[in-house]
C-alpha cells in the first residue's frame, strides 16, 4: 500500500495555471502506476490522466489535451500535475490515485486503482 497526499490547489483566474503534487509514502511510487481524477459539483469521478509505465499507454481526457500534463520525480516520490490554461469547468476537487506496477488493464479506469488521495479543490472563477 502507498499513502497519497494531494496539495497545491487553490483559487485561480480563467487562463492562470496551477501544479498540483501528490506525495507518497509508505511506500515508492516507482512501484506504482498514477492517475489524476476530477470529481466536479454535482458530477461522477472522471479520469483527467494516466499512465500505464511498463506499455507505455497513456489516458488523457480530450477536455484536458494540450493543457494538462502529468509528470513524476521519483527522487521526490511524487506526481505532479501541471495544468495550464484553466478554464471554470476545470474547477473540481482532484484527486490522484495509484495502482500496482503492471496490474492496470486500462489507464484511468477507476476500479483499478487501490490507493486514492483525499482530495484538492481547484476552483476557477473571476
Known amino acids: 500500500q502507498v499513502q497519497l497526499v494531494e496539495s497545491g490547489g487553490g483559487l485561480v483566474q480563467p487562463g492562470d495555471s496551477l501544479t498540483l503534487s501528490c506525495a507518497a509514502s509508505?511506500?515508492?511510487?516507482?512501484?506504482?502506476?498514477v492517475g489524476w481524477f476530477r470529481q466536479a459539483p454535482g458530477k461522477e469521478r472522471e479520469g483527467v490522466t494516466c499512465t500505464s509505465i511498463n506499455d507505455g499507454r497513456t489516458y488523457t481526457d480530450d477536455s484536458v489535451k494540450g493543457r494538462f500534463t502529468m509528470s513524476r520525480d521519483n527522487a521526490k516520490n511524487t506526481v505532479y500535475l501541471r495544468m495550464n490554461s484553466l478554464k471554470p469547468e476545470d474547477t473540481a476537487v482532484y484527486y490522484c490515485?495509484?495502482?500496482?506496477?503492471?496490474?492496470?488493464?486500462?489507464?484511468?479506469?477507476?476500479?483499478?486503482?487501490?490507493?486514492w488521495g483525499q482530495g484538492t479543490q481547484v476552483t476557477v472563477s473571476s
Open positions: 490515485a495509484a495502482a500496482v506496477l503492471g496490474a492496470l488493464a486500462t489507464p484511468c479506469e477507476e476500479d483499478e486503482y487501490e490507493n
Open positions: 509508505r511506500n515508492s511510487l516507482e512501484y506504482y502506476d
